[in-house]
T-cell receptor
Framework: GQQLNQSPQSMFIQEGEDVSMNCTSSSIFNTWLWYKQEPGEGPVLLIA?????ELTSNGRLTAQFGITRKDSFLNISASIPSDVGIYFC?????????????FGQGTTLQVKP | GAGVSQTPSNKVTEKGKYVELRCDPI?????LYWYRQSLGQGPEFLIY????????DSGLPNDRFFAVRPEGSVSTLKIQRTERGDSAVYLCASNLRGGTDTQYFGPGTRLTVL
């Protein structure tokens, strides 16, 4: 099925470092979302972006909705051990008839204390 | 709790058997979604319910997969004649009205087909 292209696939960083990951698509999305998933759990929403060019923060997390509507990035500043998990981008086309999300393949983040 | 719940948490079955996976959405949420997540991949959309009706079933891979939501609350995903390739985590999500409302995910059911 269709998925967004997310990179990097995995990251292993030192506690305190900043992290950046991004997501691209060949087609336009009207909403971009970033989720975090921990083992044995479902994805949990971190940040939602609704407007091209929008830059939104949630604590140490910052995400941007690309101007072309075909990409988004997520930054995590001053990483801590509890940031460990898999981060997914997801796009929504905004049709009123469906709420289905298209997900990226995920970025696995490991943080070394 | 008040979140989305899914049962069973794990299901092991043999090839060719029939399975049912259950989802209890957040109370009052009219929209319900099923996704399938294979190992190392992101969730893939299967079907979306608005109330009792399937508003979008474009993600169901074939006619062995079927889902119902008869009273507009609990939903059951049914898989007939299971195949080894059906092994995955099946995630359910719900939101208040559909559209771009935040989707809240359950913990998933891990299905293993031997």
């Amino acid at each position: 099925g269709q998925q967004l292209n997310q990179s990097p696939q995995s990251m292993f960083i030192q506690e305190g470092e900043d992290v950046s990951m991004n997501c691209t698509s060949s087609s336009i999305f009207n909403t971009w979302l970033w989720y975090k998933q921990e083992p044995g759990e479902g994805p949990v929403l971190l940040i939602a972006l609704y407007k091209a060019g929008e830059l939104t923060s949630n604590g140490r997390l910052t995400a941007q909705f690309g101007i072309t509507r075909k990409d988004s990035f997520l930054n995590i500043s001053a990483s801590i051990p509890s940031d460990v998990g898999i981060y997914f981008c997801a796009g929504h086309r905004g049709s009123s008839n469906t709420g289905k999300l298209i997900f990226g393949q995920g970025t696995t983040l490991q943080v070394k204390p | 709790g008040a979140g989305v719940s899914q049962t069973p948490s794990n299901k092991v079955t043999e090839k060719g058997k029939y399975v049912e996976l259950r989802c209890d959405p957040i109370s009052g949420h009219t929209a319900l979604y099923w996704y399938r997540q294979s190992l190392g991949q992101g969730p893939e959309f299967l079907i979306y319910f608005q109330g009792t009706g399937a508003a979008d079933d474009s993600g169901l891979p074939n006619d062995r997969f079927f889902a119902v939501r008869p009273e507009g609350s609990v939903s059951t995903l049914k898989i007939q004649r299971t195949e080894r390739g059906d092994s995955a985590v099946y995630l359910c999500a719900s939101n208040l009205r559909g559209g771009t409302d935040t989707q809240y995910f359950g913990p998933g059911t891990r299905l293993t087909v031997l």
